[in-house]
């Protein structure tokens, strides 16, 4: 089974402050691709970053990062420098090519960035 | 269209009622996805549509649950008898269809069965 796990439902974080959110998966395909998604209270799924399974470098989006572990499946997001506009429901999914290109999504972690 | 649009935006039905959700995808997206999303939990995957076939409607929960989509366009969905689990916030997100390309979401129907 493809599954996707977020052990941290909610967390908080100052404003300025560096956050960690993070996601393992299950799959026992070789190649996929690894997604964070951003939901704001607006419901609007907004992508924030990608990673292809097969690049050992870390996706990097201006304040967002990966943690990419592919031998320990894990696929943490690194928020930097935080915002109060960051406040939102985070989700890890990944598709994988073996399939029907379905993206399989965690449960979410509640972000709520503090003044 | 600009982006992903969903209708209506809310809709309260009285439960054993059928409801129809719409979705209009991003022009020349080819893959079609429904997903459901309960209070608190994550996204659950209903079905999936490349072109006007769904090559994965393994999610669907029950026969009450069907979708079509037309002219790889316009995509329904459709809950027949509805029951109050059925209350969630359905969302629907197109693509290129290519593994790696970013999934557009629309806003969403809240849909409450009373």
């Known amino acids: 089974a493809q599954t996707v796990t977020q052990s941290q439902p909610e967390m908080s974080v100052q404003e300025a402050e560096t956050v960690t959110l993070s996601c393992t998966y299950d799959t026992s395909e070789s190649n996929y691709y690894l997604f964070w998604y951003k939901q704001p209270p607006s419901r609007q799924m907004i992508l924030v970053i990608r990673q292809e399974a097969y690049k050992q470098q870390n996706a990097t989006e201006n304040r967002f990062s990966v943690n990419f572990q592919k031998a320990a499946k894990s696929f943490s997001l690194k928020i930097s420098d935080s915002q109060l506009g960051d406040t939102a429901m985070y989700f890890c999914a990944f598709v994988t090519q073996g399939g029907s290109e379905k993206l399989v999504f965690g449960k979410g972690t509640k972000l709520t960035v503090n003044p | 269209g600009a982006g992903v649009s969903q209708s209506p935006s809310n809709k309260v039905t009285e439960k054993g009622k059928d409801v129809e959700l719409r979705c209009d995808p991003i022009s020349g997206h080819t893959a079609l996805y429904w997903y459901r999303q309960s209070l608190g939990q994550g996204l659950e995957f209903l079905i999936y549509f490349q072109g006007n076939s769904a090559p994965d409607k393994s999610g669907l929960p029950s026969d009450r649950f069907s979708a079509e989509r037309t002219g790889g366009s316009v995509s329904t969905l459709t809950i027949q008898r509805t029951q109050q689990e059925d209350s969630a916030v359905y969302l629907c997100?197109?693509?290129?269809?290519?593994?790696?390309?970013?999934?557009?979401f629309g806003q969403g129907t809240r849909l409450t069965v009373v």
């Open positions: 997100a197109s693509s290129l269809g290519r593994m790696n390309t970013e999934a557009f």
